[in-house]
């Protein structure tokens, strides 16, 4: 799982205020949280994909690992089922 952007917005405003380093403030805020994570919206924050419901930081980690030879062989329906990935 990639870095949460809410707690880590937040630890920069923390250590803007304690004069501490932003990464010091976001392991804090991380164990502060452990018991009520945020969401994964709120941790993709502005990575957040609404159409796929997903963190795009992971989205394309899984998509430099694999699926280059697959780009072009889609001979139709490209319009209405892009959503749907092909192979599981
Ligand atoms: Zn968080």
């Not at 994964?40 to 980690?61: V, Y």
Request: aromatic residues 6%; hydrophobic residues 20%.
């Amino acid at each position: 799982m990639a870095g949460c952007e809410r707690c880590w917005g937040d630890a920069f405003s923390r250590s803007y205020g304690t004069g501490r380093s932003q990464a010091e403030c976001y392991q804090e805020i991380l164990l502060e949280r452990k018991d009520t994570p945020c969401s994964p919206r709120d941790q993709a924050g502005q990575f957040w994909d609404e159409e796929n419901q997903c963190d795009i930081r992971d989205g394309r980690r899984k998509e430099n690992s694999g699926v280059a030879a697959n780009s072009q062989t889609t001979p139709q329906g490209q319009n209405a089922q892009s959503s749907t990935s092909p192979v599981a």
